[in-house]
RNA sequence: GGUCAAUUAACUCAGCUGGUAGAGUGUCUCCUUGACGUGGAGGAAGUCGGGGGUUCGAGUCCCUCAUUGACCACCA
């Protein structure tokens, strides 16, 4: 059987195998079980419209590792999966998709729209999650939900109903941002700022009845129309004349007032800014101060209205052109200055937002950020890295309200409904059949939708059932970590945050894990636009899942950025291709063979050493795993399983495994199966495919590892003075290794190797590692003994602490040379010896330092020392 | 304008609670040893951005400067 297995690892040939056996034994499904302690993750649900890039492959692999891991580990756990409706990024694809048949939204119609969108869910919307499937992601998928199903949907109208009632749901005519092309309102968190390069016009107004001039300055002449005042500092020495009096606004001719506000700066521009409620946040906070009339002048399409006389039906930004060159001609026009100033965006389709006032529907933030904020603060909630809650803190504590509704048919429709007799507005689950107050049945639902994020905000919860009280929601709620990246804290965190608390009285989870984006091999963003984004399937196509979560996780620290290479991509594979290979070796030598439990007492030191190794990566790789230093865990599995496993302990176990009359050959096989077991086990939450596969081999093609315990520290298994003692004759034989190469002296040459120690239990080590010592350091035989009898003095030589190791190269010697390299090592360990002498000798780190810092210097000393002398020796021979 | 992060070997990055710097890739030399050349052995390579400070001791803590990046922000 193991014969059979290809010399390199074929992820093709298991992937797809594994994942359906997965599947078919319901592994990932979990149920309530009070006798286990659950681990519960949601998973940040992609959207319908979404296909799999690199920051989901990252987002998932990290999610997946906890969950893998913590099912190991014994808990109950659910990840729970699903998608989101994605409101406006859906209704973009299904306008765009109507528009290639030639038709609009408006031509067929809410009920056939919704049809459409529908239809296209089925079709398109689980391909995301069949993606996720090829990473390896171990979700419950018998649990999928979709923020728009019935029950998440309840799970909406309940929550708008109950913020209604209590009065944070609001409807009102505010500034909102608009987007004119998607033609609906966004959020604060959904606009964009940017640095733009753009104008600053100064013009003038004149003052009523005078022949004098006010100068304003202003980079959005175009809302000029909509002016209802002008406005200065009440302490600006300049203009307090003005005050009072009004100008005549150019090119409409209308009167307007020069109030005084403490919002304008005295510095900037001309000191005297023109107020626009309607088209501007700031303006229309004054505006609401002063009483002034809002003026809009333009169409949600962005053209101006009626209001703009002239201009009318003229688009914006061919507005600003006409009314520039109307103003010059007349003469308002003072100057043009270029001006660097930053205008928002719609995130989606980035196109330029317009404040407007509109009638909508918001939710009041203040009292539902505040215990959100406490929760942070008083460490029910925390973020890793932690500086992520100081980003949280300071949205919260600057929050708005947020506007909820949306002029989108693709969502949840808000259950309001209007009496057309007597206006009153009922909000409700269901549409009643009279209005409460005049009775008419003259019902009409509130045509918009709402925010996309309103109903991910419940996600936490109404996945497990909410607002029915299910056995899930008891308990797997909370859920014990979210896992996303930094970009969407506002969007999503926060809001899942306040919502879990009011509705569930609790945190919607306690830790959350960010990480950063998956940038390009220049540092770039991936975007469809540059063209610079990797396929994730295209890897998992060419180097296997388990290459690409591994690349994902290596050398990345939570919340940083990482760049994508290919080089490393290979690297992981080539790892997997190792474990691949040293498990083969393993399987072809226990192959038929019974690998029976074996008494540690018939253990050889080497054994010993990496069963004790073995032990303590358990421990620190489970410490690394519990504060999310993942990218740390899995640089230590790699460094044990390749050094210490593959090209040490395999290679010292081989002359036992060759050597049929070895009394400790079953030692050995009884070691490299358990240390392989438990490496896999570590590796399994990072590579879950290829340790699957292997671990089948082992242990049995019924078994899974996805449920096999998670190795756990063993005092049994803590063979520290081995592990010291394997150290030792490690550095023995890379000290020859180096000699060797130093000599140009090539493998195939061997020789006598003496190892000299006055040290009997030095040389006892020795003996007893004799076998691999022979093999790994190139020697034909190995003479362990107390004095150097037999050596000549043509020989190479080297020393560890303890012992001197002499390889007599008769042919090979240079006395000169040699002389030289000893040396050098008398030099090294002299700067060596100082350092620590003179750390020792110092007062303060005598006294001070720990006891055990100060001991492990003190055993640095006698070490050095110890092999100075021996060097020194070896030269006073040498010179003779 | 505010906040935060980054600055460590040629490149990309790790480095937890302060105790003489690590990995991968690349590079150089050697090796077809019966798991693996997607391999093995060995080597070269870093004044840890600059300058202060705290400390017996700082890449690690504090201050400051520089550069880069991100986020937030209503200066028209």
């Given at each position: 059987m193991a014969q059979n297995l290809d010399k390199t690892y074929d992820p093709s040939q298991v992937e797809e195998r594994l994942y359906k056996k997965w599947l078919d034994q319901g592994y990932f499904h979990a149920e309530v079980d009070h006798k286990k302690e659950p681990f519960t993750i949601v998973i940040p649900p992609p959207n319908i419209t979404g296909h799999l890039h690199m920051g989901h492959a990252l987002d998932n692999t990290l999610q997946d590792i906890l969950i893998r891991w913590k099912r190991m580990q014994g808990y109950n756990v659910l990840w729970q999966p699903g998608t989101d409706h994605a409101s406006i990024a859906t209704e973009v694809k299904i306008v765009e998709q109507m528009a290639k048949e030639g038709l609009t939204k408006e031509e067929i119609g809410r009920e056939a729209f919704l049809d459409r969108a529908w239809d296209w869910k089925e079709k398109y919307g689980g391909k995301i999650l069949l993606q996720l499937q090829k990473l390896g992601s171990s979700c419950d998928w018998e649990r999928e939900r979709f923020t728009m199903d019935e029950g998440l949907s309840k799970a909406v109208l309940e929550v708008f109903l109950r913020l209604y009632k209590e009065g944070y749901i609001y409807r009102g005519a505010k500034i909102i941002n608009w987007c004119p092309q998607c033609q609906t309102t966004i959020s604060d968190a959904e606009v964009e700022h940017e640095e733009t390069k753009g104008n600053f016009w100064h013009i003038r107004y004149r003052i009523k009845d005078t022949n004098e001039y006010i100068q304003i300055a202003t980079?959005?002449?175009?809302?000029m129309l909509g002016d209802s005042a002008v406005a200065v500092h009440p302490d600006d020495e300049r203009y307090q004349k003005y005050i009072g009096k009004t100008v005549i606004l150019p090119l409409v001719n209308r009167e307007i007032p020069i109030i005084a506000d403490e919002y304008v700066d005295q510095e900037f521009g001309t000191g005297v800014v023109k107020i626009t409620p309607a088209h501007d946040p700031n303006d229309f906070e004054v505006g609401l101060r002063h009483n002034l009339p809002q003026i809009s002048v333009m169409n949600d399409d962005g053209t101006m209205n009626e209001e703009a006389g002239l201009y009318s039906g003229l688009d914006r930004y061919e507005a600003r052109k006409a009314i520039v060159k109307d103003l010059e001609q007349q003469g308002f026009l003072v100057k043009i200055e270029d001006h660097v100033h930053n205008v928002g965006f719609h995130d989606r389709c980035h196109c330029v937002i317009e404040p407007m006032i509109k009638m909508q529907w918001f939710v009041k933030m203040e009292e539902l950020a505040k215990p959100a904020i406490d929760a942070l603060k008083e460490g029910q909630l925390r973020f890793v890295p932690e500086r992520f809650g100081k980003i949280y803190l300071h949205w919260l504590e600057n929050i708005r309200d947020?506007?909820?509704?949306?002029?989108?048919?693709?969502?949840?429709?808000?259950p309001a409904y209007y009496c057309q007799d007597c206006n009153e507005i009922i909000v409700d689950k269901e549409k009643p059949d009279t209005c409460p107050v005049c009775g008419s049945s003259r019902l009409k639902q509130d045509e918009d939708t709402l925010d996309t994020w309103f109903s991910s905000a419940l996600w936490p919860f109404s996945t497990l059932g909410w607002p029915e009280e299910t056995e899930e929601l008891k308990y797997f709620y909370p859920t014990n970590v979210l896992v996303t990246g930094y970009d969407i804290i506002f969007f999503w965190v926060v809001r899942m945050v306040f919502s879990g608390i009011e509705?569930?009285?609790?945190?919607?989870?306690?830790d959350v894990l960010i990480h950063g984006l998956v940038r390009d091999s220049q540092g770039r963003k991936m975007s469809k636009s540059l063209g610079n984004g990797v396929d994730p399937l295209e890897v998992i196509n060419e180097y296997g899942a388990d290459a690409l979560r591994l690349t994902l996780v290596t050398g990345n620290a939570p919340g940083n950025d990482m760049r994508f290479y290919w080089e490393r991509v290979e690297a992981s594979r080539n790892f997997a291709n190792k474990i691949w290979n040293a498990s083969r070796f393993i399987l072809m030598n226990i192959e038929g063979k019974e690998i029976k439990p074996v008494d540690l007492s018939e253990l050889t030191p080497a054994d010993r050493w990496i069963l004790s190794k073995v032990n303590t990566l358990a421990q620190e790789v489970t410490d690394n795993m519990n504060k999310y230093e993942l990218g740390i865990a899995v640089q230590k599995l790699h460094d044990f399983f390749w050094e210490e496993f593959c090209d040490w302990y395999i290679e010292m176990v081989k002359p036992r495994l060759y050597n049929a009359e070895d009394k400790t050959n079953k030692a050995a096989l009884w070691t490299l199966q358990t240390v392989l077991i438990n490496a896999l086990k570590l590796l399994h939450p990072y590579m879950p495919f290829i340790t699957e596969e292997i671990f089948m081999y082992i242990q049995d093609q019924e078994k899974t590892i996805m449920f096999s315990s998670w190795p756990e520290y063993r005092k049994e298994w803590d063979f520290r003075q081995e592990e010291k003692e394997i150290e030792l004759m490690k550095q023995g034989i890379r000290n020859i290794r180096n000699l060797r190469a130093e000599m140009n002296?090539?493998?195939?040459k061997k020789a006598t190797v003496f190892v000299i120690s006055e040290d009997k239990e030095i040389r006892n080590i020795f003996e007893k590692g004799k076998v691999f010592f022979a093999t790994l350091a190139y020697a034909t035989e190995v003479k362990i003994q107390?004095?150097?009898?037999?050596?000549?003095?043509?020989a190479v030589s080297t020393v560890i602490p303890g012992a001197s190791i002499f390889i007599p190269f008769a042919e090979l010697v240079d006395i000169e040379k040699e002389i030289e390299r000893l040396e050098k090592e008398r030099e090294r360990l002299t700067k060596e010896i100082d350092r620590v002498v003179k750390k020792l000798n110092n007062q303060g780190f005598v006294n001070k330092a720990p006891e055990a810092v100060v001991e492990g210097e003190r055993k640095k000393q006698e070490k050095y020392e110890n092999m100075m002398k021996q060097v020194e020796e070896r030269l006073q021979g040498l010179k003779k």
């Open positions: 980079t959005r002449p175009e809302t947020w506007c909820i509704s949306r002029q989108l048919w693709w969502g949840h429709r808000i509705h569930m009285g609790e945190v919607p989870f306690k002296v090539p493998p195939s107390k004095d150097k009898l037999g050596i000549g003095e043509d």
